[in-house]
């Protein structure tokens, strides 16, 4: 319990307001217990110099991320997640006064820490050991090679500014900090009033490790008034909230003229379909049932990606209802978190229990019949040390609405930001898909079906009104991670009244913080541009062979040029019958010749492929470990009886891992023939030792 002013995080140090004035107490806003009313904490920026805060990120936070490449910096989200897991038990026991349950908290807690976990592991796989993001493939702007176009991303100059919502105070900020910290661009990040002091508690705890490079994260602890008008170009604005909020943000000279990103991620109605097949006893109808009863308890309903709108066929609403009531009596149980038996706690402020009630109101005033549930207090279980009474606490019990009239605009646009939903009928696929389409873009739909006709017409109907699309049938029930549940790897956001961005998703939120650069030049630029090698750059053939250099001795354009060799028939029989691969093209010369592509008999490709690799590889022990793959193949000139082969290889790009004492080392293979004709290029990925073991040393070899 902290009833002193909750500290931000500024400038490389913890800051509260001046305690000598004591107008700022009695002026800072008062967070409570949401079970009990029990004052935590008292919230104060009075006195903040915010511009020199987003200043220190633009200046030190960009100088310490801009001297770390990708891998670095993945390495470092992997030991700050361990820090976090180490100490999330006192991140458990405060989350708790936030009204969450133990379930609750382990969605907010460890859902964020498993966003680090995961860009960690995204960053080290899918992106290079380098500062540079490469986009796209190679264009070639001119006849001879001489001038190429590339695309790159590098990081934005600025600040990312993350506004986050009350409801997920650990998950909302690291889901946005993660790919930030990743593309190299520091955070400053300004959490909700009546839930900040848990995300202030998981900065504290990311500050003591030491691991944080300086002016990479930032946090303040309370409001933001003049904000905006300290953003500009280069600077990023991430914010969850209300569409509402959203769209006055959005109109700010700095975002409308002053070149200032700004992504947002607001309340959406968000739908769940029953399919016109999950009648009542299929497992699809019961695994419905129970989804939507979770979406409507979880966090309290206090969730942007719940379901608000349950739309089952007209023939089942009437079993639904039942089925959702039976529910929430057997299972869901209202109170303390910190009380045995609890699975439904308050919601996060008095605030906000009037607000839900206040929409609760207006659903009904349009037409909603409360079906589950009551607008009066619910009977709660308290915990036995609690100081303070129930009727201080921001209890609601689940209610369920129903609406005779699906063309009601409350039921598409009223949002009770609680454990409320509303059901309601339909007829035809047709008619489901409108009824989606009405809430005017959503995070999320989820569909019931177990039919591939009727998900394939629910699909083609809503997707576009959907960041995501959850389908749920009886063999991916127990496995589905549920309607609510961004992940990582998935785009988290949705088009319209949802915001229109696109949060996590991978690889592609880390680009998010980057800029996308079309980059023009001669194949030696673009070489020391972007850090791989490209065709016409100086490359380096012959002395000791590539595959006889370590890590630490390759560079890239380091070349073998192989001899050639002859193919003969009786080689594309032999290896016929020993794969068994008999197709005509290479086992029967009319019907071979017939062939608009081949002019006879010819070579197989993985032939040609696999001595391609006896004509380069150095056979000896030694720093590569492993071939690892082979990508981008492609087979251009067919190779006859009688032509001859040979190889160029080129180091084309060279990636250490931070914790291993290998890396990988990408080649551009390409085959020619007698006539210097293009026969086959691809890159062949292998597993190269950092250092050059003492056995190997002495074991050199030349290329002629």
């Given at each position: 319990m902290m009833t002193e002013i909750l500290p931000s995080y500024v400038n490389g140090a913890w800051w509260t307001p001046d305690a000598a004035d004591a107008g700022v107490a009695a002026r800072a806003a008062e967070v409570r217990d949401a079970s009990t009313g029990e004052l935590v904490a008292r919230v104060s920026t009075e006195g903040l110099d915010l511009g020199a805060a987003l200043q220190y990120a633009r200046t030190v936070g960009q100088r310490s991320l801009g001297e770390l490449t990708f891998h670095q910096r993945a390495v470092l989200l992997k030991q700050l997640a361990l820090v976090l897991t180490e100490r999330k038990s006192e991140l458990y026991e405060l989350s708790s006064r936030t009204g969450a349950t133990k379930q609750d908290s382990w969605v907010d807690i460890d859902g964020g820490i498993g966003v680090l976990f995961t860009y960690s592991s995204k960053g080290r796989r899918e992106m290079p050991n380098a500062k540079v993001y490469v986009d796209g493939a190679v264009e070639n702007l001119s006849k001879d090679g001489s001038f190429?176009?590339?695309?790159?991303?590098?990081?934005?100059?600025?600040?990312?500014?993350?506004?986050?919502?009350?409801?997920?105070?650990?998950?909302?900020?690291l889901e946005k900090f993660a790919p930030a910290f990743l593309a190299g661009m520091p955070t400053v990040v300004k959490p909700a009033t009546p839930t900040g002091y848990l995300a202030e508690a998981f900065v504290r705890i990311l500050v003591e490790s030491g691991l944080l490079p300086e002016g990479s994260l930032q946090l303040v602890s309370g409001s933001v008034p003049d904000l905006f008008d300290h953003l500009r170009l280069g600077d990023l604005v991430a914010f969850t909230g209300s569409a509402s909020t959203a769209e006055k943000l959005r109109a700010h000279d700095s975002v409308q003229t002053g070149g200032v990103r700004f992504t947002s991620e607001t309340d959406s109605i968000n739908a769940s379909v029953l399919g016109t097949d999950a009648t009542p006893g299929t497992p699809e109808f019961d695994a419905y049932v129970k989804q939507l009863v979770a979406e409507m308890t979880t966090k309290a309903g206090q969730k942007c990606t719940a379901i608000r709108r349950a739309i089952v066929p007209a023939a089942s609403v009437d079993a639904v209802i039942d089925a959702v009531r039976s529910r929430i009596a057997e299972r869901v149980v209202v109170g303390d978190p910190r009380a045995e038996g609890v699975t439904m706690g308050p919601l996060a402020s008095l605030a906000q229990r009037d607000e839900v009630l206040r929409q609760v109101g207006r659903l009904e005033a349009a037409g909603g019949e409360l079906v589950i549930g009551s607008m009066d207090a619910p009977s709660v279980i308290q915990a036995e040390d609690a100081t303070g009474t129930a009727s201080d606490g921001a209890f609601v019990g689940p209610m369920l609405l129903r609406f005779a009239d699906a063309a009601s605009p409350a039921l598409h646009e009223v949002e009770a930001f609680g454990p409320v939903a509303s059901i309601v009928g339909y007829d035809t696929v047709a008619d489901a898909v409108a009824l989606v389409a009405r809430g005017g873009g959503s995070l999320v739909t989820s569909v019931a079906t177990h039919d591939p006709e009727v998900a394939v017409a629910l699909a083609s109907g809503i997707a576009a009104y959907n960041g995501r699309v959850l389908f749920l049938d009886r063999d991916d029930a127990r496995s589905s991670t549920g309607h609510g549940s961004p992940l990582p790897n998935l785009v988290h956001g949705g088009p319209g009244r949802a915001g229109g961005g696109e949060e996590l998703g991978g690889i592609r939120a880390v680009l998010h913080h980057m800029q996308r650069t079309a980059v023009q030049g001669s194949p030696e630029m673009l070489t020391a541009l972007t850090g791989v090698w490209h065709t016409g750059a100086i490359s380096q053939p012959g002395g000791v062979h590539p595959f006889r250099k370590s890590l630490a001795e390759l560079?890239?354009?380091?070349?073998?040029?192989?001899?050639?060799?002859?193919?003969?028939?009786e080689d594309i029989e032999t290896f016929a019958a020993f794969t068994?691969?008999?197709?005509?093209?290479?086992?029967?010369?009319?019907?071979?010749?017939?062939?608009?592509?081949?002019?006879?008999?010819?070579?197989?490709?993985?032939?040609?492929?696999?001595?391609?690799?006896?004509?380069?590889?150095?056979a000896a022990p030694g720093p590569v470990l492993a071939n690892s793959g082979l990508e981008n193949l492609r087979f251009i000139t067919p190779v006859s009886p009688g032509d001859t082969i040979r190889v160029e290889l080129t180091a084309k790009q060279i990636t250490p891992r931070e914790t291993d004492e290998y890396g990988e080392v990408r080649w551009d293979a390409v085959l020619k023939n007698q006539n210097d004709e293009l026969v086959a290029t691809y890159d062949v990925l292998t597993l190269v030792a950092k250092e050059l073991a003492p056995a190997s040393a002495s074991a050199s070899a030349s290329v002629e």
């Amino acid at each position: 319990m902290m009833t002193e002013i909750l500290p931000s995080y500024v400038n490389g140090a913890w800051w509260t307001p001046d305690a000598a004035d004591a107008g700022v107490a009695a002026r800072a806003a008062e967070v409570r217990d949401a079970s009990t009313g029990e004052l935590v904490a008292r919230v104060s920026t009075e006195g903040l110099d915010l511009g020199a805060a987003l200043q220190y990120a633009r200046t030190v936070g960009q100088r310490s991320l801009g001297e770390l490449t990708f891998h670095q910096r993945a390495v470092l989200l992997k030991q700050l997640a361990l820090v976090l897991t180490e100490r999330k038990s006192e991140l458990y026991e405060l989350s708790s006064r936030t009204g969450a349950t133990k379930q609750d908290s382990w969605v907010d807690i460890d859902g964020g820490i498993g966003v680090l976990f995961t860009y960690s592991s995204k960053g080290r796989r899918e992106m290079p050991n380098a500062k540079v993001y490469v986009d796209g493939a190679v264009e070639n702007l001119s006849k001879d090679g001489s001038f190429l176009g590339r695309h790159i991303y590098t990081r934005l100059p600025g600040v990312a500014v993350q506004i986050n919502a009350f409801n997920f105070p650990v998950w909302g900020s690291l889901e946005k900090f993660a790919p930030a910290f990743l593309a190299g661009m520091p955070t400053v990040v300004k959490p909700a009033t009546p839930t900040g002091y848990l995300a202030e508690a998981f900065v504290r705890i990311l500050v003591e490790s030491g691991l944080l490079p300086e002016g990479s994260l930032q946090l303040v602890s309370g409001s933001v008034p003049d904000l905006f008008d300290h953003l500009r170009l280069g600077d990023l604005v991430a914010f969850t909230g209300s569409a509402s909020t959203a769209e006055k943000l959005r109109a700010h000279d700095s975002v409308q003229t002053g070149g200032v990103r700004f992504t947002s991620e607001t309340d959406s109605i968000n739908a769940s379909v029953l399919g016109t097949d999950a009648t009542p006893g299929t497992p699809e109808f019961d695994a419905y049932v129970k989804q939507l009863v979770a979406e409507m308890t979880t966090k309290a309903g206090q969730k942007c990606t719940a379901i608000r709108r349950a739309i089952v066929p007209a023939a089942s609403v009437d079993a639904v209802i039942d089925a959702v009531r039976s529910r929430i009596a057997e299972r869901v149980v209202v109170g303390d978190p910190r009380a045995e038996g609890v699975t439904m706690g308050p919601l996060a402020s008095l605030a906000q229990r009037d607000e839900v009630l206040r929409q609760v109101g207006r659903l009904e005033a349009a037409g909603g019949e409360l079906v589950i549930g009551s607008m009066d207090a619910p009977s709660v279980i308290q915990a036995e040390d609690a100081t303070g009474t129930a009727s201080d606490g921001a209890f609601v019990g689940p209610m369920l609405l129903r609406f005779a009239d699906a063309a009601s605009p409350a039921l598409h646009e009223v949002e009770a930001f609680g454990p409320v939903a509303s059901i309601v009928g339909y007829d035809t696929v047709a008619d489901a898909v409108a009824l989606v389409a009405r809430g005017g873009g959503s995070l999320v739909t989820s569909v019931a079906t177990h039919d591939p006709e009727v998900a394939v017409a629910l699909a083609s109907g809503i997707a576009a009104y959907n960041g995501r699309v959850l389908f749920l049938d009886r063999d991916d029930a127990r496995s589905s991670t549920g309607h609510g549940s961004p992940l990582p790897n998935l785009v988290h956001g949705g088009p319209g009244r949802a915001g229109g961005g696109e949060e996590l998703g991978g690889i592609r939120a880390v680009l998010h913080h980057m800029q996308r650069t079309a980059v023009q030049g001669s194949p030696e630029m673009l070489t020391a541009l972007t850090g791989v090698w490209h065709t016409g750059a100086i490359s380096q053939p012959g002395g000791v062979h590539p595959f006889r250099k370590s890590l630490a001795e390759l560079r890239i354009g380091d070349q073998v040029v192989s001899a050639s060799r002859t193919v003969t028939l009786e080689d594309i029989e032999t290896f016929a019958a020993f794969t068994g691969d008999t197709f005509y093209a290479h086992m029967d010369e009319d019907a071979a010749a017939a062939n608009p592509f081949f002019p006879g008999r010819v070579a197989h490709g993985y032939l040609l492929v696999s001595w391609a690799a006896g004509l380069f590889v150095d056979a000896a022990p030694g720093p590569v470990l492993a071939n690892s793959g082979l990508e981008n193949l492609r087979f251009i000139t067919p190779v006859s009886p009688g032509d001859t082969i040979r190889v160029e290889l080129t180091a084309k790009q060279i990636t250490p891992r931070e914790t291993d004492e290998y890396g990988e080392v990408r080649w551009d293979a390409v085959l020619k023939n007698q006539n210097d004709e293009l026969v086959a290029t691809y890159d062949v990925l292998t597993l190269v030792a950092k250092e050059l073991a003492p056995a190997s040393a002495s074991a050199s070899a030349s290329v002629e």
